[in-house]
């Protein structure tokens, strides 16, 4: 099946800095591509949608100037959380839409956040 | 708003067959039915899907009545390593469909 990746799979940091997350489609291409959040115990929570040359679409109550999305090209999209704070830790994960067929959604293995 | 309604938790013991339930009245008629798998600290990994009747496939089966507003994921003989969280989402596929993650149903095998 496709395969998403995401790097770096943890990361710790401190508050006030910017941490980049890159998330892959590494056999197929993706037109689009989506960003969530999951706090422990809860389900996940869809932060924006991310379409090749465009700009992202964020769901209502998500920074877009915390969180920058940046979908280059139709294997890549970056997540940058901005001056992160210790309420930003969190899992996220992203997904990527294969362009043909049913447009199944493929799931990497996520990025463990922590804020210091 | 998710589409979708599951219960929040589940318990089993290994080598019993375990049946999910979830409702989705609001299904649309160009909507899938897929069944995603989660453990913890990892992404959600597809299980089946479906659009009517049965689909089976080597892990599950899963079962969609005449009207699509609900349908049962049935996992044969679990084992304590299908202790996971289990996800049943709704939606057509389409390049700008969003998928909206519902609670899902916590699934706790016991020994």
């Known amino acids: 099946g496709a395969v998403v990746s995401q790097h770096p799979s943890r990361v710790i940091c401190k508050s006030g800095t910017s941490v980049k997350i890159e998330c892959r489609s590494l056999d197929f291409q993706a037109t689009t591509m989506f960003w969530y959040r999951q706090f422990p115990k809860q389900s996940l929570m869809l932060m924006a949608t991310s379409n090749e040359g465009s700009k992202a679409t964020y769901e209502q109550g998500v920074e877009k100037d915390k969180f920058l999305i940046n979908h280059a090209s139709l294997t890549l999209s970056t997540l940058t959380v901005t001056s992160a704070h210790p309420e930003d830790s969190s899992f996220y994960i992203c997904?990527?839409?294969?362009?043909?067929?049913?447009?199944?959604?493929?799931f990497g293995p996520g990025t463990r956040l922590t804020v210091l | 708003l998710a589409k979708t309604t599951q219960p929040i938790s589940m318990d089993s013991y290994e080598g019993q067959e375990v049946n999910i339930t979830c409702s989705h009245n609001n299904i649309a008629t160009n909507d899938y039915i897929t069944w995603y798998q989660q453990f913890p600290s990892q992404g959600p990994r597809f299980i089946i899907q479906?659009?009517?009747t049965k689909v089976t496939n080597e892990v599950a089966s899963l079962f969609i009545p005449a009207d699509r507003k609900s349908s049962t994921l049935s996992l044969p003989r679990v084992s304590l390593s299908d202790t996971a969280v289990y996800y049943c989402?709704?939606?057509?596929?389409?390049?700008?469909?969003?998928?909206?993650f519902g609670k899902g149903t916590r699934l706790h095998i016991l020994p």
């Open positions: 997904s990527a839409r294969e362009l043909v067929g049913y447009n199944e959604q493929f």
């Open positions: 479906g659009y009517k």
């Open positions: 989402l709704v939606g057509d596929g389409n390049r700008d469909d969003k998928i909206i």
